[in-house]
């Protein structure tokens, strides 16, 4: 295994592997190769669609699964094999704020007892790690930790920086005594979840009127409105105007504002 050292810092990670395949293939497959042949392969479940060319999907309170493959030609002295799921915000010149770390250890020396620590041949672990709603940051003039939504994926150049909230997720080979270590990186995409209740799922042609619910409406005070008749000898009329609004919520940070109005007409209104 003499392969170039595809050796990374979890804070640095400047090698991401190309993918396999992509779109609506039901994996995506990443991988590190030696002399032409692949010996270290990422396989990760694509849970949601995405186009060609897109990175893996998922939303929070997901649960990552798929599996890890080693092959390997002959015996390598192996300290350890794991995956983790790291998610690092940066701002351009400043320092990275690692606020998502999961990691799952895949395989360790102990458990090869006749052979410490040797593998060789073909080894393949699954893998499952559920991303988290929430998560805890302690800013440096805090002393307590404060609890956030886990934040979308994002990558916006400022006037004079860049700002990026990314996801990676890694595969980490832990070598024996002077031997490099080996890490697979791959990208990952991720969005906030937003579930709608009841009352936020509307159809196509709308919420229902106030008539049907009541309660999803908000009825503003009743205007009067006085006309001037314009036949001799007929009273003026007199009309009493109502506005409802809706409460309804399409999406996050999205509202649906339907305006329901109801003209009455008062008892001396004219007849023509």
């Known amino acids: ?20 395949n992509h779109g609506d293939e039901a994996e995506h497959r990443f991988f590190l190769e030696h002399k032409g042949q692949t010996w270290l392969q990422l396989n990760v479940i694509n849970s949601h ?87 805890p940051l302690r800013l440096k003039d805090k002393a307590d930790s404060t609890i956030y939504r886990l934040p979308p994926s994002f990558s916006e150049k400022g006037w004079n920086a860049m700002l990026t909230i990314e996801y990676r997720i890694l595969v980490h080979v832990k070598m024996g005594m002077f031997s490099p270590d080996y890490t697979l990186a791959a990208n990952l995409f991720v969005l906030p979840r937003t579930v709608a209740d009841p009352r936020q799922k509307v159809s196509e042609s709308g919420p229902p ?43 996050d940070r999205l509202t649906s504002v339907v305006a329901a109005g109801n003209s009455e007409a008062g008892k001396n209104l004219a007849q023509t």
């Not at 804070?11 to 592997?17: E, I, K, N």
């Not at 669609?49 to 699964?65: A, K, L, M, N």
């Not at 309660?215 to 506005?243: F, H, N, S, Y």
């Open 209 to 251: 009127g106030p008539d049907i619910d009541p309660e999803g409406w908000v009825e503003l005070p009743a205007i009067k409105v006085k006309g001037r008749g314009m036949t001799p000898g007929v009273q003026d009329p007199d009309i009493t105007c109502t506005v409802r609004i809706s409460t309804f919520s399409i999406e």
């Open 1 to 20: 295994m003499n392969a170039t050292n595809f050796g990374i810092y979890y804070d640095d990670a400047d090698y991401t592997a190309p993918a396999l």
């Open 49 to 135: 669609p995405v186009s060609t060319g897109g990175y893996p999907r998922f939303f929070d309170e997901d649960i990552i699964t798929g599996s890890v493959n080693l092959e390997l030609e002959k015996a390598e002295q192996i300290k350890s094999v794991s995956l983790t799921v790291l998610g690092v915000a940066a701002v351009e010149g400043l320092a990275r704020l690692r606020f998502l770390e999961l990691t799952e250890a895949l395989w360790t020396r102990r458990q090869q007892e006749d052979t410490p620590g040797s593998l060789v041949g073909h080894h393949s672990w699954p893998f499952s790690v559920k991303l988290p709603r929430e998560v």
